[in-house]
């Protein structure tokens, strides 16, 4: 049984930048929470996904940025060492130190351990000493444990110890053989950074017949074009049919459907990622631990008696984006929040939500493809009488400027019956700043008799909203 210090307001499982989202906002509604973490508080977007990644990732985009200016082409490869070090400090070398102190601060009690459900409003957590500690939450228990890389069922490839995200955004040496399964955001962003970083024979195995298959399909078209100039092996159709690493740490030999083979120093799989939903308790509570937890717009689990079970992030399967589940946090947290205290109507969150209208997502690969809201086959696919118009980015004044051989592509996605944006999709170089003023159109739902009213300066390569309302006819 918890003793009087272990018992909280509100439980939250996980210390990612989701679970700490929920913490911030549950204190600031008047409520106490403890933080239950069991490796790096900052989680892994932090430590091995979206930070370090983009770390690796602009030098390439800087590189290519300046190798289009006349005058300034780079002399000599990136030192990759230098590159490494910056990442390093961009991690705070994987010290969580401030982001506990962060938690604390709220205040809020962070618990070092893994923690796991055990029954109605409570969690245990098994610390470092090998002990356990009881907690009860008087309100709310909120799961926040996100998800891991998931690795496909290949013979051999898991005795091959392959790495995922978490191995390549943490290289200490670039391998100079690189091969990659995968055609998603991991494999497209990892294999052009350590590509560019020195892994000079660097291959990638798509199953499919393009790149990036949640876009549209010019982006992983644009994507896998630069991979080619670059010198990356991009062979579409094949997949890995067996793997072999006779020696720990030597090189690996992947065995495709074609009967061929790729020889490489490091494997990198990049073939999406698996709720971490496996021996959290959920059993409980009467719920499978094979899956997402589903949640309704409170992101309160739907088949959990007595409403006080929530989940947030990932392992909810809405939406695995990282600030979408911060999204998500802020609605869990207000609500938690607004209920406990008698108080609904306050929270923002039992109204509509973002996630399937409006999310945005950048893949930071070379060039930067960058999305919200629909794409035109899924706009179609819910029944919406769409019109699409697209867009050269290389033909606007602010991109000729920016040097030679600076293209792309845009493309809206219309709901012709009201005239309102469904998506957009803009692919090129150093984009991802502008597609704020995407989202906000889309899920404002603006009438585009409206957006034609919001002038982009000249000469910017957002006079590319121009170009596309006139090739609408306004």
Request: a negative charge; aromatic letters at 6%; hydrophobic letters at 40%.
């Amino acid at each position: 049984m918890a003793n009087k210090n272990d018992v909280f307001d509100v439980i939250v499982i996980g210390a990612g930048p989701v679970g700490i989202t929920v913490a911030a906002r549950a204190v600031r509604g008047g409520l106490t929470a403890a933080v239950v973490e069991e490796r790096l508080a900052g989680g892994e977007c932090e430590y091995y996904a979206c930070v370090p990644s983009k770390a690796l990732l602009w030098p390439m985009e800087l590189a290519a940025e300046v190798n289009r200016m006349p005058g300034l082409q780079l002399r000599g490869p990136i030192d990759a060492a230098a590159v490494l070090a910056r990442r390093d400090e961009t991690v705070s070398h994987r010290d969580d130190g401030h982001e506990v102190n962060l938690i604390e601060k709220f205040p809020a009690t962070f618990v070092r351990g893994y923690g796991r459900l055990a029954g109605p409003l409570r969690a245990e957590v098994m610390t470092p000493e090998g002990g356990t500690r009881a907690l009860r939450a008087r309100h709310a228990v909120v799961v926040a444990t996100g998800s891991a890389p998931a690795v496909p069922d290949v013979p051999g490839l898991r005795e091959a110890r392959p790495w995922t995200n978490r191995e390549a955004t943490s290289v200490q040496q670039v391998p100079k053989r690189l091969v990659v399964i995968g055609a998603g955001p991991v494999a497209c962003e990892m294999a052009q950074a350590l590509h560019s970083l020195g892994a000079e024979e660097t291959t990638v195995l798509v199953r499919g017949d393009r790149l990036l298959t949640r876009a549209e399909p010019f982006a992983g078209d644009l994507v896998a074009q630069s991979f080619r100039e670059s010198g990356i092996d991009v062979r579409f159709g094949r997949s890995a049919t067996r793997v072999e690493r006779p020696v720990a740490g030597g090189p690996v030999t992947v065995h495709t459907d074609d009967g061929g083979q790729v020889d490489a120093d490091e494997l990198l799989v990049g073939t999406g990622r698996r709720f971490s939903t496996n021996d959290i308790g959920l059993d409980t509570v009467g719920l499978r631990p094979d899956g997402p937890i589903r949640v309704d717009a409170s992101m309160r689990a739907t088949a959990v008696a007595d409403g006080w079970l929530y989940a947030v992030g990932d392992v909810n399967g809405r939406n695995l984006l990282t600030h979408m589940g911060k999204y998500q946090a802020r609605v869990c947290g207000d609500v938690i929040a607004a209920r406990a205290t008698g108080r609904p109507e306050d929270a923002p969150g039992l109204r509509d939500t973002a996630d399937d209208r409006g999310a945005p997502q950048v893949v930071f690969t070379e060039p930067q493809v960058c999305m919200v809201g629909r794409t035109e086959s899924q706009a179609r696919a819910d029944g919406f009488n769409v019109r699409t118009v697209e867009y050269d980015i290389g033909e606007v004044a602010g991109a000729i400027v920016r040097g030679i051989g600076y293209t792309g592509r845009a493309k809206l996605v219309v709901d012709e019956d009201r005239r309102v944006l469904l998506g957009a999709t803009f692919v090129a170089s150093d984009m991802a700043d502008m597609l704020h003023s995407a989202t906000i159109a889309v899920n404002a739902e603006v009438p585009l008799d409206q957006l034609w009213h919001a002038v982009p300066p000249f000469p910017t390569v957002s006079e590319i909203w121009l170009r596309l309302l006139e090739q609408y006819g306004l």
